[in-house]
């Protein structure tokens, strides 16, 4: 049982919008960033947003984050079929003191 | 290029003890945290745990504190993820990952690929 819950899955056509939620408390989302990581099938994942919707080099910016209260979103638009991957959010929780991630969303493009 | 490169797949009996590493290079190594972060087969990731190359601080999660050890070695860039007895449920894949911070306001840019660990009799 996860911290931070995801939906386990979601999907989308080619070129379509997607959104993948995140939801936490007060002392994880409420009060600190979100991290969003990328692992592609096989292959260890990869930091694809930082803290207030930074993207690293080389990450397009058909990705993009928000955070409202206790709730953070990853939204991937003109979805393409590369992005077919498992989706991780993380905040750090002062009560648990370290880093809580979600379960994961796997998105799959149809 | 920046990268962690860990050592390889591990099979071990319940009880032994394991030692794995994760090599840096591109970067400065004793200026950036190394983290150790867990994935059981199927599931999630966890967090174990956050160390500062360059004076051996150390701060593990609660779940793991006491499970497991981090050490470096800065002569050769490259940190270590110790058992000391190992169970079935230490089944998992382990990466280490680069922190820039080692705050709550940090993320982790670059990840090892991976050393799968295998417990069993």
């Known amino acids: 049982q996860s911290v931070l819950t995801q939906p386990p899955s979601a999907s989308g056509t080619p070129g379509q919008r997607v959104t993948i939620s995140c939801s936490g408390s007060s002392s994880n989302i409420g009060s600190n960033i979100v991290n969003w990581y990328q692992q592609l099938p096989g292959t260890a994942p990869k930091l694809l947003i930082s803290?207030?919707?930074q993207r690293p080099s080389g990450v397009p910016d058909r990705f993009s984050g928000s955070k409202s209260g206790t709730s953070a979103s990853l939204a991937i638009s003109g979805l393409q079929s590369e992005d077919e991957a498992d989706y991780f959010c993380a905040a750090w929780d002062d009560s648990l003191n370290g880093w809580v991630f979600g379960g994961g969303t796997k998105l799959t493009v149809l | 290029e920046v990268q962690l490169v860990q050592s390889g797949a591990e099979v071990k009996k319940p009880g032994e003890s394991l030692k794995i590493s994760c090599k840096g290079s591109g970067y400065s190594f004793t200026n950036y945290w190394i983290g150790w972060v867990r994935q059981m087969p199927g599931k999630g990731l966890e967090w174990m745990g956050i160390i500062y190359p360059g004076d051996s601080d150390t701060r593990y999660s609660p779940s793991f504190q006491g499970q497991v050890t981090f050490s470096v070695d800065k002569s050769i860039s490259t940190a270590y993820l110790q058992w000391s007895s190992l169970k079935a449920s230490d089944t998992a894949m382990y990466y280490c990952v680069r922190d820039p911070r080692g705050t709550p306001t940090t993320y982790f840019d670059y990840w090892g690929q991976g050393t799968l660990v295998t417990v069993s009799s």
């Open positions: 803290g207030h919707n």
